[in-house]
């Protein structure tokens, strides 16, 4: 039976996983460790590109050569908002810069390679297929591989191409929340079912997914998060304060020195891991923090309070998620029987005590929260090579995906919908002869499509010219176990078909992402009302094309009267009031049809 990996491709640390003897067991590397950093570096001592642990130790000596972090530009382009406000904040040492290969996108600078954000995790996978292949003895070429639940299509694809540019053949993408809960629920299958928060805190992203696990199918209720938000956030914070004790022109030196910077990002982090266990720590450089710096000896001393004091609007900021989260899949917080924490960053204990205040129950820390996503896509990984795991997964579309109809959103697939899924709608042409139509595809939650985001579209040709309305054109939407979006048309009568996927859809920042679902709700009865109204001038548009077809063909057999009133009615293109004229053009079309029906019984006898 083909093995397939379980990957968990992470901001700062990554992990390998394989289904044996009945349960996930995590694959160490070749040195012993269960995590690689997800680290790519330039060896200065032989010019040879390395990854993992030995990249990372070249990363305080070398950061222009040494890439970290990549996963915060997978899928994205140059120009975007959280790109550019990384490079300002110094968070990246290394050189970024707009791709001569890919139009608005992003490469990167290793020594004189320029690799896009793809070809480095590429690397990082290639070293995780090596050192699984090491451990099992033989080769492997396929796998599951995690992302955010709040990827997009574009950093999902990224994510396909880059496990393709590993040469692994790439099962399933599968969503870490969910991952997560696969490897805690595969032991609860013949217990009553559980509704479960998965609170997942990285390096680069937070998400939060509700899920129900036990007897019958596991299922995703909702899902939410900020891809763009994590434990890097809180390294650059620390990075801050120590700049602010040393103060004066030296902090100024100190804030354009890129060696110098490595070198604190590295003692922030260590700070930062220690104080999830210690009430103080020094974070101390005992050499000069670069050639060009004044500044040796660095001693501070750093409490717990004083980073949590730092982490709070970091902590904050993953509880609106939780809340919308909630909302979505109709739950009240109390309903949640068991939270479990992912991420190394959950190690902290101030963000456990912010979890457990909001969920009201303490949190589940039995499964180790850096190992639990690699483990769970084990499962998953094994259920697709036909191992009886016993669960069934369904995971969820997490923004609403639909079509542009005049000027407005309508729906296809409503978010949180389980998937794989398809569903279809059929439309027809708004003018007579018309012979092809433009489908545009959007995703948001607002009444109108200008205030969504756009993925893509086409054009169906070849459309028998006919009457408006009459051509019937069959538009669907299929969302595959990965969560990309594929859309086709087809003309029902002449069997014309288009069919396109999405692979550069939403170049979303997060507060974008954020704003559309604030914004849906805040504008919710500004939307109904603007639904009440398109659906009204929907019937009306319906309504005047038979009065008038009616005129046109049968105003030989209607009363003068009548015909008189139908005229007087079709010339109001904007009623005062749009309920009343709605009312007046359903009643002469009854009485124009009851006419006719009794005319056409007349004419019988």
């Given at each position: ?19 044996r003897?009945g349960?996930?067991q995590i ?14 570096a ?21 950061p ?13 382009r140059f ?33 004189d390679?320029?690799?896009?954000p793809?070809?480095v ?28 639940a709040y ?16 040469g692994?053949?790439?099962?399933r ?9 696969l ?5 609860k ?5 559980q509704?479960?928060?998965?609170y ?6 937070f998400?939060i997914?509700?899920?129900?696990v ?18 890097d ?15 004066g ?6 804030q354009?020195?890129l ?6 990002r ?10 999830s266990?210690?009430?103080?720590v ?6 000069s923090?670069s050639?060009?710096?004044?500044v040796?000896?660095?001693d ?13 609007v ?6 609106a ?5 909630l909302?979505?899949?109709?739950l009240?917080?109390?309903d ?9 960053q ?10 457990e205040d ?8 039995t499964?180790n929260p850096e ?11 094994a ?8 669960l ?12 542009n109809?005049k ?6 697939i ?13 439309y ?5 002869n ?7 595809i ?13 993925l ?7 459309i ?13 939407f ?17 069997g ?6 999405i692979?550069?859809?939403m170049?979303?920042?997060e ?10 709700e ?11 109204q ?12 038979r009065l ?5 063909e ?6 003068e ?12 293109t ?16 009854q ?6 029906s009794?005319w056409?019984?007349?004419?019988s006898?």
């Amino acid at each position: 039976m083909t093995e397939i990996l379980g990957i968990d491709l992470g901001t700062t640390n990554s992990a390998v996983a394989i289904w044996r003897d009945g349960k996930p067991q995590i694959i160490p590397d070749t040195d012993g460790y269960i995590l690689t950093p997800s680290v790519v570096a330039l060896d200065p001592a032989n010019g040879q590109v390395v990854v993992g642990r030995r990249a990372y130790a070249i990363a305080a000596e070398n950061p222009h050569s040494t890439i970290y972090s990549i996963k915060r530009f997978m899928g994205r382009r140059f120009l975007e908002d959280v790109v550019q406000e990384d490079l300002q904040k110094c968070r990246i040492l290394y050189e970024v810069e707009e791709s001569k290969r890919r139009r608005g996108g992003i490469e990167v600078a290793v020594g004189d390679k320029h690799l896009t954000p793809q070809e480095v995790s590429a690397k990082i996978l290639q070293k995780l297929k090596a050192d699984a292949e090491a451990f099992l003895g033989h080769e492997v070429t396929q796998a599951v591989i995690t992302v955010p639940a709040y990827f997009h299509d574009s950093q999902r694809q990224a994510t396909r191409d880059a496990g393709r540019l590993a040469g692994l053949e790439v099962k399933r993408v599968l969503s870490e929340p969910t991952a997560a809960c696969l490897a805690f629920g595969y032991k609860k299958l013949t217990q009553a079912r559980q509704k479960i928060a998965v609170y997942d805190l990285g390096g680069g992203t937070f998400d939060i997914s509700i899920l129900e696990v036990g007897r019958g199918p596991f299922r995703v209720r909702a899902t939410n998060g900020n891809t763009h938000l994590g434990g890097d956030d809180l390294d650059q914070l620390i990075v801050k304060w120590i700049l602010d004790e040393i103060g004066g022109e030296k902090k100024s030196q100190l804030q354009e020195d890129l060696i110098a910077l490595a070198h604190l990002r590295v003692a922030a982090e260590q700070a930062k891991i220690d104080l999830s266990s210690e009430d103080e720590v020094r974070v101390q450089i005992a050499q000069s923090l670069s050639p060009a710096s004044t500044v040796r000896n660095l001693d501070l001393t750093l409490t717990r309070a004083q980073l949590q004091a730092m982490a709070e609007v970091l902590i904050t900021q993953t509880l609106a998620p939780c809340r919308q989260a909630l909302q979505d899949a109709r739950l009240p917080v109390d309903d949640i029987q068991e939270v479990l924490l992912v991420g190394g960053q959950t190690r902290m204990p101030a963000i456990r005590k912010a979890v457990e205040d909001f969920f009201g129950k303490e949190p589940n820390v039995t499964v180790n929260p850096e190992e639990v996503v690699a483990q769970g896509a084990a499962v998953q990984a094994a259920m697709l090579a036909g191992i009886a795991t016993g669960l069934k997964l369904a995971d969820v579309v997490p923004l609403t995906l639909g079509v542009n109809s005049k000027g407005r959103m309508d729906t296809i697939i409503p978010r949180n919908t389980p998937v794989p899924v398809v569903k279809t709608k059929i439309y027809s042409t708004a003018y007579e002869n018309q012979e092809s139509v433009e489908v545009q595809i959007y995703q948001g939650e607002r009444l109108l499509v200008a205030d969504n985001v756009k993925l893509g579209g086409f054009i169906l040709g070849g459309i028998e010219p006919a009457p408006a309305g009459e051509p019937e054109i069959e538009v669907a939407f299929r969302v595959d176990p990965d969560g990309i979006l594929h859309v086709s048309a087809k003309d029902l009568r002449t069997g014309n078909f288009k069919e396109i996927t999405i692979t550069d859809s939403m170049r979303l920042t997060e507060a974008e992402i954020k704003d559309m679902l604030r914004e849906a709700e805040e504008c919710a009865a500004e939307d109904a009302a603007m639904r009440q109204q398109a659906e009204m001038e929907e019937q009306i548009e319906q309504l005047v094309k038979r009065l008038k077809r009616l005129l046109a063909e049968k105003k030989g057999m209607l009363p003068e009267e009548m015909v008189t009133v139908i005229c007087e009615a079709l010339e109001v293109t904007s009623p005062a009031d749009w309920q009343e004229h709605v009312v007046l053009l359903e009643n002469l079309w009854q009485q124009g049809s009851d006419v006719l029906s009794s005319w056409e019984k007349g004419q019988s006898v």
